[in-house]
Structures are given as structure tokens and as C-alpha cells.
């Protein structure tokens, strides 16, 4: 796992300025390109220190095409994508396939080679989705499952990941616990749908008791600091624990809580969602469900291998496949024992 000085060294930023990006201070003046800098290297640190793990590269080697739902830019301002790309990219320059990004438009050159496989990041419409199966049929979609009945998928286990942290929470006395996140999002093809892991949260809340508050707003940090800004000045009852919807409303809140002179997490313990390198460089670095992105894109790859139409050769799989990557909780200091009850 990246450090601030590791980072320091890489960027060339100072330890303070990295961890200001980090935590999405709002009163810092940076670039997008110095953010995407210390993101970028954050990943890639983290990726080197577990590359001893991998196998052999197989001796099959693919030409795979890599569409993304968020451009560049907005992929800032949730690196969960970011870094889910990033893998994508990484492993396939392990493996030695050829990794070709797509444009908008997901179109090839006319005289482009043909490509073996697409791996889809993010959520796409149907038209969208009928253009990348032009380019292959071979499509594997990474947080997202559109068409079961054609096309491989690999997504995370949400239900466990809200489960986890609801034991975690439970565990140290936590009896009110509250979810920041919006109670509507883009479902699997883009429409307006209820929001999964808030629909998770709520279900298993009322399977076990345990009264739950709902603090709505979009997954973006400056939206979930003002959120929680104003549940905290209403005057109503409040929870000691938030479980956030992603990394980046874990960050909103915290802005929000340290502002509001709350200390985390001995008056209010948060939990963030996707656990991604950046949650362990945070001030108080963050209990977060690990989405595992690099396993997801391993996955995916493995996928494509499989569904691959090669000269000569029969394809080792026709079924489709849906993989569902069991989240796994990372505990660290954000998280504590209900107020009143550490003594």
C-alpha cells in the first residue's frame, strides 16, 4: 500500500499537498492533471506491491478494446473508475494483450484490426451497448450486468458488503446507524432505478432492528458534506455511525464532521464503500468495503480468454458468465465504539 512520502517522491508534491487532494479540501487551488497525478500514482503503487501474486501470462495473446462510462475528467471525481480502468490496462500489460481505448462513439479506424474482445467499464444504454457488440460479441461489463443472457459480467457483491458493515458497526455498539447516498441512481442500463446499496442498507437494518437514518444526496463529496452538514445543524435525533455509499461521500462526510468540531471516530464512526488506495492515505484513514477492482479486472480478462474467437480455434466457453466478487471489509481508525460506550 502507497504512502504520503512514496507519494511524495513520485509526484514531487509535498506530503501535505497530497494529502489536501486526498481528503478534497476545498479551499486547495490544484490542476486536474496534478489530482490525476497523485490518484494515478496512489494505484500504481499499490498495484506493484501486489504484482508477486500473479501467475504465469498466458501464451494466447488478445487485441481487446476498453470503454468507459466516465471521461478523464470525470473520473476525478469518483477514482473508483479510475482505478477499475487502471486495472484493466495493467493487467493487460501483464498478460501482453493489446489494450486499445475506445472514443465516444465506440467506433475503430476503417482499417483497424479486428478486435477479440471488449471489456465495458461502467453503465451503458442500449444503443451504446449495441455499438461495442459491432465491434465484438465477445463484451465483458465491469460494475454493471445488462443482457445476462448474452453477455459476461463481473460486479460486486453489495448485499455483503452492506452486511459487513452493518456487523462491524454492531459489534462495537453501534445502535443508530445512518446511510449517506441517493435513494435513486443509473441502474444496469441507465435508467433512474432505487439505489442498491441503499435498498441493501434499509432491508437489512429492519431485519435486525437496528433504527437507521438516511442522509440523501448525490455520491459526490461536496454534495454529502452539505448533507450531512445540515442533518447535523437540524436538531434531530442523529446517528453514531454512517455508512457511505462510496469513497467519495465517506470524504464529504468527514469534511463535514471535522468542520462541525466532530471528532471521528470517537463521536461518530464512518464507514466508506469501494476502499480504494486512497482510503488508507485519509486523515483518519477509512474503514471501507474493498471492492477489490483489481480482482474484478483479472477477472474480466479471464472472461474475455474464455470467449474468445481465435484462428483455428473453438471458443473455451459459449454460456455467458456473471461474476460476483465477494467485497471484504478493511477496518482502520475511522471506525470505533459507540460514543459513550469506550470508557
Keep these: 500500500m502507497a504512502t504520503l512520502k512514496e507519494l511524495a517522491d513520485r509526484t514531487g508534491y509535498s506530503t501535505a499537498t497530497i494529502s489536501r487532494i486526498l481528503s478534497g479540501d476545498p479551499s486547495l487551488s490544484v490542476t486536474p492533471e496534478a489530482r490525476r497525478k497523485v490518484l494515478e500514482e496512489a494505484g500504481r503503487l499499490n498495484y506493484t506491491a501486489t504484482r508477486s501474486r500473479r501467475g504465469r501470462a498466458p501464451k494466447v495473446r488478445l487485441r481487446l478494446g476498453l470503454a468507459e462510462m466516465l471521461t478523464p ?14 486495472f484493466v490496462r495493467q493487467n493487460c500489460q501483464d498478460q501482453k494483450y493489446a489494450c486499445i481505448p475506445l472514443d465516444v462513439g465506440y467506433a475503430l479506424p476503417p482499417d483497424a484490426a479486428p478486435l477479440d474482445g471488449v471489456a465495458a467499464v461502467g453503465i451503458f444504454t442500449a444503443e451504446e451497448i449495441d455499438a461495442l457488440a459491432a465491434l465484438s460479441p465477445n463484451l465483458v461489463f465491469l ?25 462491524h458497526l454492531t459489534e462495537l455498539g453501534h445502535r443508530r446507524i445512518g446511510f449517506v447516498g441517493p435513494e435513486h441512481k443509473l441502474d444496469d442500463r441507465r435508467c433512474l432505478a432505487p439505489e442498491v446499496r441503499r435498498q441493501y442498507f434499509r432491508s437489512l437494518t429492519d431485519r435486525r432492528g437496528i433504527p437507521s437514518v438516511f442522509i440523501d444526496c448525490p455520491m459526490e463529496t461536496a454534495a454529502a458534506s452539505q448533507a450531512v452538514r445540515d442533518r447535523l445543524s437540524a436538531g434531530s435525533p442523529l446517528p453514531t455511525a ?41 486523515d483518519p484513514p477509512l474503514t471501507s468495503i474493498a471492492a477489490h477492482e483489481e480482482e474484478m479486472a483479472r477477472a474480466a480478462l479471464r472472461l474475455l480468454a474464455e470467449r474468445a474467437v481465435l484462428p483455428g480455434k473453438a471458443p473455451l466457453r459459449t454460456l455467458p458468465l456473471k461474476v460476483v466478487v465477494p467485497p471484504t471489509l478493511t477496518v482502520r481508525s475511522s471506525s470505533g465504539p459507540a460514543f459513550g460506550q469506550n470508557g
Excluded: H, K
Design 73 to 86: 475528467e470525470q473520473q476525478l471525481d469518483d477514482p473508483y473508475y479510475l482505478y477499475l480502468s487502471g
Design 143 to 167: 460494475d454493471s450486468s445488462p443482457f445476462e443472457s448474452r453477455f459476461d459480467s463481473v460486479v460486486l457483491g453489495y448485499e455483503l458488503g452492506i452486511s459487513l458493515a452493518l456487523e
Design 242 to 282: 454512517l455508512i457511505c455509499a462510496n469513497e467519495e461521500t465517506a470524504v464529504g462526510a468527514l469534511l463535514a464532521l471535522r468542520e462541525a468540531g466532530w471528532s471521528v471516530p470517537e463521536e461518530m464512526s464512518v464507514v466508506s464503500f469501494n476502499d480504494t488506495p486512497r482510503s488508507a492515505l485519509l
